[in-house]
C-alpha cells in the first residue's frame, strides 16, 4: 500500500468514527429517545424500514462478494466462461423477495399514517392548542383555558394533545423530535395533528421549514407537567400577577404603554390589544425569550429591546437603541422581569 493509499484509508476511518462518535452524544433534540406514542411508533417504522432495508444490503453485497471471490479468473484460464441465463427459481426468488418486501413495508406505513391522522376521540377529553408559526417564533394558544403565550408549550403528562397549527406570514414547520414528526403550518389553511407526552421533561424542538433570514433562530419547547402542576400553570397564567412592584418597574410599564403595547399584550393589565408580537403575560417565569434564541434574564431582555435587528436579522421588532436611553431601557427590562404568573 503506497503512502497515499494509507493516508487516505486513515483519514476515511477516522471520518467514520468522528460520525459513529458523532451520534453517542446525548442529544435531547433527537427522534431516537421518543417521549410519547406518536414518536415512538414514527421511530418503530423508521426501526423496521431500515432493518429490512439492512438485511436487503447483507444479503445482496454478501452474494455480490460470493460471486466476486469464487468466479474470479484464475491463472491459466483462458477464453470465456460458460454463460448461463435464465434460471427460473433465482428469477422468481429475486422478483418476489423484493414485491413481499415492498408491500409489507407498504402496509406499516398506511397503517402507521392511519393511525396518527386519526384524532382523539372526545372522551379522551383532548387538550386543545392552537399552534401559530410566525417570523421566527411560536405563539400557542390554549382556547379551553383563554391563556396566549410563547415560546414554551406546556401540557400535562399523559394526555392526548390537539394542536390546529396555522401561520400569520409564511410556511413553517411545527417539529418537536421527542414527541413526533412534523407538520407544516400553511398560511391561510389549520392543519391537524395529535401528540402526547408519556414522561414529565423539557423537550426542545424547532421550524423545520426555511421560512426566511432568521429561521434557524426560530425554537420552542414543550415542557411536559403532572396534572397538577399543569394546572398551577394554567391558574397562575389566568390570574396573572402583572403589577409593577418597584419604582424603576412603575416607569416601564409607562414607557412599555408608549413604544410596546401596539404589538404585545400581557395578561391582568390593559395592554390587550397589540397582537404583532408574543403576548407576554408571565414573561418573568420563562426560561427563555425571542423564540428561545436567548435565556430570560435582564442582559438579554436589554440586548433584545436595544437591538433586535442585530439579534434577529429582519425580525418586526424594532431596535429602540435610537428611542430609548440606557436607563429607559433599564426600567423596561425590571418592568417585564416582574410580570409573573399568579
Ligand atoms: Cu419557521
Given at each position: 500500500m503506497t503512502r497515499r493509499i494509507r493516508s487516505k484509508a486513515l483519514a476515511c476511518v477516522g471520518m467514520l468514527a468522528a460520525v459513529a462518535l458523532g451520534a453517542c452524544a446525548r442529544h435531547p433534540?433527537?427522534?431516537?429517545?421518543?417521549?410519547g406514542p406518536v414518536a415512538r411508533m414514527e421511530l418503530g417504522l423508521m426501526a423496521t424500514s431500515l432493518w429490512i432495508m439492512i438485511g436487503v444490503f447483507v444479503v445482496v453485497a454478501g452474494a455480490l462478494l460470493y460471486v466476486i471471490a469464487r468466479f474470479r479468473e484464475r491463472k491459466g484460464q483462458e477464453g470465456i466462461p460458460p454463460q448461463v441465463e435464465g434460471s427460473h427459481i433465482l428469477e422468481v426468488l429475486w422478483t418476489g423477495i423484493p414485491i413481499i418486501l415492498v408491500a409489507l413495508l407498504t402496509v406499516l406505513t398506511v397503517r402507521t399514517t392511519f393511525a396518527l391522522a386519526k384524532p382523539p376521540a372526545s372522551s379522551q377529553h383532548p387538550l386543545q392548542i392552537t399552534v401559530v408559526g410566525h417570523q421566527w417564533w411560536w405563539e400557542f394558544k390554549y382556547p379551553q383555558y383563554g391563556i396566549v403565550t410563547a415560546d414554551t408549550m406546556h401540557i400535562p403528562v399523559n394526555r392526548k394533545i390537539e394542536l390546529s397549527l396555522q401561520s400569520a406570514d409564511v410556511l413553517h414547520s411545527f417539529w418537536i423530535p421527542a414527541l413526533g414528526g412534523k407538520e407544516d403550518t400553511v398560511p391561510g389553511q389549520t392543519n391537524l395533528l395529535w401528540l402526547e407526552a408519556t414522561r414529565t421533561g423539557t423537550f426542545p424542538g424547532q421550524c423545520?421549514?426555511?421560512?426566511?433570514?432568521?429561521?434557524?433562530?426560530m425554537r420552542m419547547y414543550a415542557v411536559s407537567q403532572s396534572p397538577t402542576a399543569f394546572s398551577t400553570w394554567v391558574h397562575g397564567m389566568q390570574h396573572?400577577?402583572?403589577?409593577?412592584?418597584?419604582k424603576l418597574a412603575k416607569q416601564g410599564m409607562q414607557i412599555f404603554a408608549t413604544n410596546c403595547a401596539l404589538c404585545h399584550s400581557i395578561g391582568?393589565?390593559?395592554?390587550?390589544?397589540?397582537?404583532?408580537?408574543?403576548?407576554?403575560?408571565?414573561?418573568?417565569?420563562?426560561?427563555?425569550?425571542v423564540g428561545g434564541a436567548l435565556q430570560n434574564n435582564t442582559q438579554d431582555i436589554i440586548y433584545w429591546v436595544h437591538d433586535a435587528q442585530h439579534i434577529m436579522?429582519?425580525?418586526?421588532?424594532?431596535?429602540?437603541s435610537t428611542l430609548l436611553t440606557p436607563s429607559q431601557l433599564q426600567a423596561v427590562a425590571a418592568y417585564l422581569e416582574g410580570l409573573k404568573r399568579g
Open positions: 433534540q433527537s427522534v431516537f429517545r421518543p417521549a423545520a421549514e426555511f421560512c426566511g433570514t432568521s429561521h434557524s433562530l396573572p400577577n402583572s403589577a409593577p412592584k418597584t391582568g393589565t390593559p395592554f390587550t390589544k397589540g397582537t404583532l408580537g408574543p403576548n407576554l403575560t408571565g414573561l418573568g417565569n420563562r426560561r427563555v425569550i436579522p429582519d425580525t418586526i421588532m424594532p431596535n429602540f
